[in-house]
């Protein structure tokens, strides 16, 4: 069957002249890449921001004065930092009014040597009585609480030590540990540390080996009661109490936001000067086709064609183009995420990906995009085709 | 009423604020079935009156009335639609899109024509087997010669039942056997389905086997 169709026709038009068809495809394909990474990776950095502060689940996270950036670095970035408090400061935030809960963490880094067997790695100390942070977690994945002498590791670092098998042992310190399983991923930067009740540091204290003191905390989280508003409330503990600084839930990663602001405008510049030149090369190629084929369009409107079939005819084309392209960018481009994550440093300390939600959203922005710019380049030589007179066009050597 | 009544027919056209006659005040009458030959020089009119009766090119004055509608005063799309439904063209130089086979160009009018018949595809076989080149359905323009390009142009122009084929020195660069037998095609579309035929020609003795034979000078119809 020979039956033919606007679409089998496009199609035939577009293959006519492959290199070129080619050309273009790889032109937007190149631009959809661009903008997918772009995306993605600015949408993996704000909303791994977003859920590191909620999972971590408290209102108000208070640190030693100055140390706020470490708090961060520690939580988000999953960097080892060690900053300390004496635990007294407890007491002071609980009278606070609003403060509903409190827990603390004390943070301790180990370090390669004698004093311990496992790579360099982050130790989290916490209080299994009021904890409300490492608690559920340990639920969902040991389904008890850990007891003196045993350390559960998160899921990153459960990786960096190689900890394939539970029921591992491990010397920290001169402290021997039995690690009895791995969390599941958080997305927070508290994936990549091996954690144990506080009752351990004692003998990690006692032993010598490191630079923890008696007394010392790192971080205290704390919940607000109903109705209280955190920022209020933060204000009022950094001016009771001014050896700690205060940090809100919604202004954790502040810092990594506003550096995501100017990556965002130099990929926004980046994807807007890349449209602009696709957008050109589309009208260029496109012009060309309507002065090579003019005859051709001359001929198919004095078959019968009207102006809205050659509008058809040729917007199919610059859909296939851009439909073709498009999803070929956005292939690039998600593999591109995916291969250059870790080269950044921004991305690489960052637990948590995207969600396939945030993927297929991603995508579909990056196939809309790509294609609406193939069409915006194309509709000007288009409407300049379809106005041609048949007949001239179709006298025209 | 008249099958095609064209009255006082003018086209000037302006290149550098100079003016030219392209169709000069004709007026003619082409009965239903009609075999019409117009001969005539270069650059006598003869292209721009079929170009007008086609409905691809809009007239200073005048009009065409065909059964009765003046075609002059069609809005595009309805120009379009009389195109496909009742005019047929054929051009003079091979006019085939050479990225369709010969069956698929025979096709194209089919799919700017409303609620194109599903039975289009044999039409298009059984018009290239009338044309005889049954066996060339699938070959590309490039792989044909003059003369078989040509009889797939007959076939397009012929796919959907035109009431008139326009045929604008249709064998203008073919050799005499197949100029011969290309007119041959136009009697026999003419004699067996009742086209209508206006063929432009400069070649005389072609033009004396049409039932009608008119010469265009300066734009105006002579040796009527």
């Known amino acids: 069957m020979a039956q033919i169709s606007f679409f089998s026709v496009a199609l035939k038009n577009l293959k006519r002249k492959t290199f070129r068809t080619g050309v273009l495809v790889f032109a937007i394909a190149l631009l959809v890449s661009l903008l997918i990474f772009a995306i993605s990776f600015t949408v993996s950095v704000a909303s791994s921001l977003k859920k590191s502060s909620e999972r971590l689940g408290a209102d108000l996270v208070v640190v030693p004065v100055g140390a706020r950036g470490f708090a961060e670095e520690f939580l988000l970035e999953?960097?080892?930092?060690?900053?300390?408090?004496?635990?007294?400061?407890?007491?002071?935030?609980?009278?606070?009014?609003?403060?509903?809960?409190?827990?603390?963490?004390?943070?301790?880094?180990?370090?390669?040597?004698?004093?311990?067997?496992?790579?360099?790695?982050?130790?989290?100390?916490?209080?299994?009585?009021?904890?409300?942070?490492?608690?559920?977690?340990?639920?969902?994945?040991?389904?008890?609480?850990?007891?003196?002498?045993?350390?559960?590791?998160?899921?990153?670092?459960?990786?960096?030590?190689?900890?394939?098998?539970?029921?591992?042992?491990?010397?920290?310190?001169?402290?021997?540990?039995?690690?009895?399983?791995?969390?599941?991923?958080?997305?927070?930067?508290?994936?990549?540390?091996?954690?144990?009740?506080?009752?351990?540091?004692?003998?990690?204290?006692?032993?010598?080996?490191?630079?923890?003191?008696?007394?010392?905390?790192?971080?205290?989280?704390?919940?607000?009661?109903?109705?209280?508003?955190?920022?209020?409330?933060?204000?009022?503990?950094?001016?009771?109490?001014?050896?700690?600084?205060?940090?809100?839930?919604?202004?954790?990663?502040?810092?990594?936001?506003?550096?995501?602001?100017?990556?965002?405008?130099?990929?926004?510049?980046?994807?807007?000067?890349?449209?602009?030149?696709?957008?050109?090369?589309?009208?260029?190629?496109?012009?060309?086709?309507?002065?090579?084929?003019?005859?051709?369009?001359?001929?198919?409107?004095?078959?019968?064609?009207?102006?809205?079939?050659?509008?058809?005819?040729?917007?199919?084309?610059?859909?296939?183009?851009?439909?073709?392209?498009?999803?070929?960018?956005?292939?690039?481009?998600?593999?591109?995420?995916?291969?250059?994550?870790?080269?950044?440093?921004?991305?690489?300390?960052?637990?948590?990906?995207?969600?396939?939600?945030?993927?297929?959203?991603?995508?579909?922005?990056?196939?809309?995009?790509?294609?609406?710019?193939?069409?915006?380049?194309?509709?000007?030589?288009?409407?300049?085709?379809?106005?041609?007179?048949?007949?001239?066009?179709?006298?025209?050597? | 009423m008249s099958f095609l009544h064209i009255e006082n027919l003018t086209k000037t056209y302006k290149v550098d604020h100079e003016t030219f006659m392209g169709v000069d005040n004709i007026s003619l009458v082409i009965s239903r079935g009609e075999f019409l030959s117009i001969v005539g020089h270069s650059g006598s009119g003869k292209t721009t009156l079929i170009s007008i009766i086609g409905g691809i090119l809009k007239p200073t004055s005048g009009r065409v009335l065909l059964e009765g509608i003046d075609i002059c005063g069609l809005d595009d799309n309805r120009l379009s639609e009389y195109r496909s439904s009742r005019i047929g063209f054929m051009f003079q130089f091979a006019s085939l899109l050479p990225i369709l086979t010969a069956k698929e160009n025979v096709l194209l009018p089919g799919i700017f024509k409303p609620g194109q018949p599903t039975e289009n595809d044999k039409i298009a076989g059984e018009l290239l087997e009338m044309v005889g080149i049954g066996d060339k359905q699938d070959s590309y323009p490039s792989q044909l010669s003059g003369g078989q390009q040509r009889r797939v142009a007959i076939a397009r122009a012929l796919l959907n039942s035109p009431d008139i084929i326009l045929a604008d020195e249709p064998t203008g660069d073919l050799d005499e056997d197949t100029e011969a037998e290309i007119l041959q095609l136009f009697e026999k579309i003419n004699r067996e389905q009742g086209v209508t035929i206006i063929l432009i020609t400069h070649n005389l003795e072609l033009a004396g086997k049409a039932q009608t034979t008119l010469r265009m000078s300066k734009g105006c119809l002579v040796d009527v």
């Open chain 1, 78 to 397: 999953s960097k080892n930092t060690s900053f300390y408090m004496p635990i007294n400061i407890i007491d002071k935030v609980k009278k606070i009014e609003g403060i509903e809960d409190l827990t603390y963490h004390t943070y301790l880094s180990s370090i390669s040597g004698l004093c311990c067997d496992i790579m360099p790695t982050r130790i989290v100390a916490y209080n299994p009585d009021t904890d409300f942070i490492i608690n559920p977690w340990l639920q969902e994945s040991l389904g008890r609480p850990l007891q003196p002498g045993e350390a559960i590791a998160g899921s990153g670092t459960s990786e960096n030590l190689g900890l394939g098998l539970l029921d591992v042992e491990a010397t920290i310190f001169d402290n021997r540990f039995k690690i009895v399983g791995v969390l599941e991923q958080t997305g927070t930067g508290l994936d990549h540390a091996l954690f144990m009740t506080e009752e351990n540091l004692k003998n990690i204290i006692e032993s010598g080996k490191s630079p923890l003191k008696k007394g010392d905390i790192s971080i205290i989280f704390t919940k607000l009661k109903k109705g209280y508003d955190p920022d209020f409330v933060g204000r009022v503990l950094e001016g009771e109490i001014p050896e700690v600084d205060v940090v809100a839930r919604s202004d954790m990663g502040e810092k990594f936001i506003s550096t995501l602001a100017d990556i965002n405008k130099i990929f926004l510049l980046t994807t807007i000067l890349a449209s602009v030149l696709t957008t050109f090369l589309v009208w260029a190629i496109f012009s060309a086709i309507a002065n090579e084929r003019s005859k051709e369009i001359g001929i198919m409107r004095a078959l019968g064609a009207k102006e809205s079939h050659i509008v058809r005819l040729y917007l199919l084309e610059v859909l296939v183009l851009g439909i073709l392209g498009s999803l070929l960018g956005v292939l690039a481009g998600t593999y591109l995420s995916a291969m250059l994550a870790g080269t950044f440093s921004l991305l690489k300390n960052i637990s948590a990906g995207l969600t396939g939600g945030q993927q297929t959203a991603i995508a579909f922005i990056g196939l809309v995009i790509g294609t609406s710019i193939c069409v915006a380049g194309a509709m000007m030589p288009i409407n300049r085709i379809k106005k041609m007179e048949p007949l001239l066009v179709i006298k025209e050597d």
